[in-house]
């Protein structure tokens, strides 16, 4: 059964650092995964998705990157803003079944 | 661009009340599901739907729950007696050829409802 890990729970960073959020994943036959964005009482943004033959996918400022082998991605926000606080979630697709969803990293970026 | 449309945004109902949820699933896809999302915590799958029949399903999707797909554009939820913790947020997805030319789930904003 595949279990998504998000690390860490939260994060507090001040305006302007570059901070990488963390997801690892138990099974490596992946087909792909997602990052989604969530805002505090509302649906999911899907910013990036790395099929499992790339190794990254760029959107502005943000990075996602995948080793699947070691069951890791990151996900890299540059020159954090306030905007950007909300909870951050990684999602792995096996195929036609259902998306398995981590915890998320809730990230609050101070002015 | 296509995208998955969900009503109602937000519904409170009494405790043993029957809901039905609503999607329409983007026209050209195939599979559809229905995940939610309970306050504060993961987002947890319940069901697939595929060639007008449920593919898979969680333990989370017992008898008070069923899916259907009434005619060619629609696909509900419907609760039969909702209880308490049926509280959540509730996702439909539908899965189909994505930017790059691979499959992927596309989510809707979601039903937001209470049960009190």
């Known amino acids: 059964k595949q279990e998504v890990t998000q690390i860490p729970a939260a994060l507090s960073v001040p305006e302007g650092e570059n901070l990488v959020l963390n997801c690892s994943f138990t099974d490596s036959a992946i087909y792909n995964l997602q990052w989604f964005r969530q805002d505090p009482g509302k649906g999911l943004t899907s910013l990036l998705l790395?099929?499992?033959?790339?190794r990254e996918q760029t959107s502005g400022r943000l990075n996602a990157s995948l080793d699947k082998s070691s069951g890791r991605s990151t996900l890299y926000i540059a020159a954090s803003q306030p905007g950007d606080s909300a909870t951050y979630l990684c999602a792995v697709d096996t195929g036609r079944r259902a998306l398995t969803f981590g915890s998320g990293t809730r990230l609050q970026v101070q002015p | 661009e296509p995208e998955v449309t969900q009503t109602p945004s937000h519904q409170v109902t009494q405790m043993g009340q029957e809901v039905i949820l609503r999607c329409v699933p983007i026209s050209n896809h195939l599979y559809f599901y229905w995940y939610r999302q309970i306050l504060g915590q993961k987002v947890e799958f319940l069901v697939s739907?595929?060639?007008?029949?449920?593919?898979?399903k969680s333990e989370i999707f017992d008898d008070q729950f069923s899916v259907e797909r009434p005619d060619g554009s629609n696909f509900t939820l419907k609760i039969r007696s909702t209880k308490l913790e049926d509280s959540a947020m509730y996702f439909c997805?539908?899965?189909?050829?994505?930017?790059?030319?691979?499959?992927?789930?596309?989510f809707g904003p979601g039903t937001r409802l209470l049960v009190l």
């Open positions: 790395i099929q499992s033959s790339q």
């Open positions: 997805a539908s899965r189909g050829i994505g930017t790059g030319g691979r499959e992927t789930q596309y």
């Open positions: 739907f595929y060639n007008n029949e449920i593919s898979e």
